[in-house]
């Protein structure tokens, strides 16, 4: 690492790693899943916070086509690396933004007949757009009905829809009955507009049964996040993040750690402050549940979690010094984890992860 990168990571106080071959593996491995559909890339929340300019072209190279984010702003951010692909923008259409999707030759994401209308009478077909159906959702989307009277609707070729798409209520839960409803009334939807492309499976999706249809669209999965929760994951870990120990003290027994004295040493303890915290996107809730190894060591997180500190037990880590690293994700300390550590879940870790890191990008 460059010397100026190492300066950086004492100012900061921490690293971020983002291996991109990981990440060009996750995407082949769920390419091959896919079972013959086309493999997308979801890159929302600026890739699921590992930088949108370096992972969108990542995908790319590795041999994905096409991509989704969640705003038009998200959408114009990946244009701008990634010039030949078809970008769809999946929260729909806002009043007045028709020509800033034209102009960017970004495909909305249509959920609702206003925005259907919208599209239709701006486009004339000559910009393409994806069609919304909730079938369990109940979040964005045309109803089932409501997708079903669109059957020869002029209003279609209008929008220059060119793919039908639906989200899944709980994918990652193989077993629950609503999977099945939702693939049925996709499969009805599809049956009445058999012109377009289909779209529903996520990350979870790709592994249930009769989901696949045309284009499947991975989020999650691509970063490391495993989409067969209960299973071993089949996913690569792309992100390993390090936090800087910036002091180490003895405490003895009674004394109290951090804000609120929310935790007390039971007896003569070693500590080390990391510099970083909830602003880093390590959320409080993490605060006396989650761990961060040391030398490989599990060191607990002791009292609340700060803006910008946390204090471990390093007791039992001898490497435990000012200026060594902490590992918060890595080394065999998963995103899932981490989000259950945290009492919520992998993604708003992920997506949650600041801007004061410095960023490395591996491959």
Same mark, same amino acid.
């Given at each position: 690492?460059?010397?100026?990168?190492?300066?950086?990571?004492?100012?900061?106080?921490?690293?971020?790693?983002?291996?991109?071959?990981?990440?060009?593996?996750?995407?082949?491995?769920?390419?091959?899943?896919?079972?013959?559909?086309?493999?997308?890339?979801?890159?929302?929340?600026?890739?699921?916070?590992?930088?949108?300019?370096?992972?969108?072209?990542?995908?790319?190279?590795?041999?994905?086509?096409?991509?989704?984010?969640?705003?038009?702003?998200?959408?114009?951010?990946?244009?701008?690396?990634?010039?030949?692909?078809?970008?769809?923008?999946?929260? $729909?259409?806002?009043?007045?933004?028709?020509?800033?999707?034209?102009?960017?030759?970004? %495909?909305?994401?249509?959920?609702?007949?206003?925005?259907?209308?919208?599209?239709?009478?701006?486009?004339?077909?000559?910009?393409?757009?994806?069609?919304?159906?909730?079938?369990?959702?109940?979040?964005?989307?045309?109803?089932?009905?409501?997708?079903?009277?669109?059957?020869?609707?002029?209003?279609?070729?209008?929008?220059?829809?060119?793919?039908?798409?639906?989200?899944?209520?709980?994918?990652?839960?193989?077993?629950?009955?609503?999977?099945?409803?939702?693939?049925?009334?996709?499969?009805?939807?599809?049956?009445?507009?058999?012109?377009?492309?289909?779209?529903?499976?996520?990350?979870?999706?790709?592994?249930?049964?009769?989901? $696949?249809?045309?284009?499947? %669209?991975?989020?999650?999965?691509?970063?490391?996040?495993?989409?067969?929760?209960?299973?071993?994951?089949?996913?690569?870990?792309?992100?390993?993040?390090?936090?800087?120990?910036?002091?180490?003290?003895?405490?003895?027994?009674?004394?109290?750690?951090?804000?609120?004295?929310?935790?007390?040493?039971?007896?003569?303890?070693?500590?080390?402050?990391?510099?970083?915290?909830?602003?880093?996107?390590?959320?409080?809730?993490?605060?006396?549940?989650?761990?961060?190894?040391?030398?490989?060591?599990?060191?607990?997180?002791?009292?609340?979690?700060?803006?910008?500190?946390?204090?471990?037990?390093?007791?039992?880590?001898?490497?435990?010094?000012?200026?060594?690293?902490?590992?918060?994700?890595?080394?065999?300390?998963?995103?899932?984890?981490?989000?259950?550590?945290? $009492?919520?879940?992998?993604?708003?870790?992920?997506?949650?992860?600041?801007?004061?890191?410095?960023?490395?990008?591996?491959?």
């Amino acid at each position: 690492m460059a010397g100026s990168q190492r300066r950086g990571s004492e100012v900061h106080g921490g690293r971020l790693t983002v291996d991109l071959c990981a990440l060009a593996a996750n995407w082949r491995r769920l390419a091959d899943a896919a079972r013959g559909a086309e493999c997308g890339a979801v890159i929302k929340a600026d890739a699921y916070g590992t930088g949108i300019g370096r992972a969108g072209p990542a995908l790319r190279a590795a041999g994905c086509r096409t991509f989704f984010v969640a705003h038009l702003s998200e959408g114009l951010t990946a244009r701008a690396v990634l010039p030949q692909a078809r970008i769809y923008v999946l929260n $729909g259409l806002p009043p007045g933004s028709a020509p800033d999707f034209a102009e960017a030759d970004l %495909r909305p994401v249509l959920g609702s007949l206003d925005e259907v209308s919208d599209w239709a009478a701006f486009s004339r077909g000559r910009h393409a757009a994806a069609l919304h159906v909730d079938t369990g959702m109940n979040r964005l989307g045309l109803s089932v009905p409501e997708a079903l009277a669109l059957t020869g609707d002029s209003r279609l070729d209008g929008a220059g829809i060119d793919l039908v798409m639906s989200h899944f209520v709980s994918a990652e839960q193989p077993a629950d009955p609503v999977n099945g409803r939702q693939i049925a009334d996709f499969a009805r939807v599809r049956e009445a507009l058999p012109t377009l492309k289909g779209s529903l499976a996520n990350s979870s999706g790709i592994f249930l049964d009769g989901a $696949g249809h045309d284009l499947v %669209r991975p989020g999650y999965a691509l970063f490391g996040g495993n989409p067969t929760p209960g299973t071993e994951n089949p996913m690569r870990p792309v992100v390993r993040l390090e936090a800087t120990i910036v002091q180490v003290r003895q405490v003895e027994k009674g004394m109290s750690v951090g804000y609120n004295g929310r935790w007390t040493a039971p007896g003569p303890r070693r500590l080390a402050t990391l510099s970083l915290g909830y602003a880093d996107g390590l959320p409080r809730a993490i605060s006396g549940r989650g761990h961060a190894l040391v030398g490989g060591v599990a060191c607990p997180i002791l009292g609340l979690v700060s803006m910008d500190l946390i204090i471990l037990d390093v007791t039992d880590a001898p490497e435990a010094r000012r200026g060594a690293s902490a590992v918060l994700i890595g080394d065999g300390l998963d995103i899932d984890t981490v989000g259950r550590s945290a $009492g919520t879940i992998g993604y708003e870790i992920l997506t949650s992860l600041g801007s004061r890191y410095v960023r490395d990008y591996d491959g």
